[in-house]
């Protein structure tokens, strides 16, 4: 098992759910934590869990992944003890709706696709160089059984999870060679804002997503995603898909009658 003590980790849409989940496990490893969302609002109390909860450092800032030039430039203005990245965890992505494809909105597609997938390789593309350069490094991204087999209503944000999938594995090909590793992380239902932020804030038409089961936790991919990256140096975890007992892929689960 390697230590993340003292690694520097960087974490995309790490405000919440998953993304705030990786950063607390990585804190409790001791990692310095570079972390980055739209919503900035809840960096300054999250920092003072995170340094009590272990982090050795907490650096933390706003980015937009779907705007290249603005990835590129927060990338390469980051201060100089910030700038040797160990670990990236491409976790900002979302999902917008449940139409047909033949109902969609516009404005939903370019954000799943300029979210999920752009903006996945806009933040490879800004980081990944100085990993190969300095001869170590790790990929982390967030795929979803969402990838693994379309649901009604999904054919978009499934396709975007589909692209992770593809990127993830050309990326480990491209980087056969240097001891830079790559991970794709992909969960099933996971309790979390998403379904909130899929349904514009209906809480109650969000919260109907759960009920009748167990979903995993954020917590639970946070596990999977630390695991990956401890494993000894020669180790690439290619892809780890998980789910709760009560999901067996995109459209199996068992739900139970109240």
Known sequence: MQKLTGKIAFVTGASSGIGEATA???AAEGARLLLAARRTDRFAELTSKLKKAGAQDVHTFSLDVRDAAQVASAVDKLPEAWKAIDILVNN????????????GKLQDWDEMIDTNVKGLLYVTRAVVPGMVARGSGH?????????????????????????????????????????????????????????KVRFRGDKERAAKVYQGLTPLQAADVADAILWAVTRPPHVNIARVLLTSIDQANSLLFNRKQA
């Not at 054919?155 to 594995?169: F, L, P, Q, T």
């Not at 491209?174 to 992380?185: K, Q």
């Open 24 to 26: 607390h496990a990585f």
């Open 92 to 103: 900002a992505g979302l999902s917008r709706g449940l139409d047909k494809v033949y109902e």
């Open 139 to 195: 990929i982390v991204s967030m795929g979803s059984t969402a990838g693994e087999m379309t649901y009604p209503g999904g054919a978009v944000y499934c396709g975007s999870k589909a692209a992770e999938h593809a990127i993830n594995d050309g990326l480990r090909q491209d980087l056969l060679g240097t001891p830079v590793r790559v991970t794709s992380i992909d969960p099933g239902m996971v309790e979390t804002e998403f379904s």
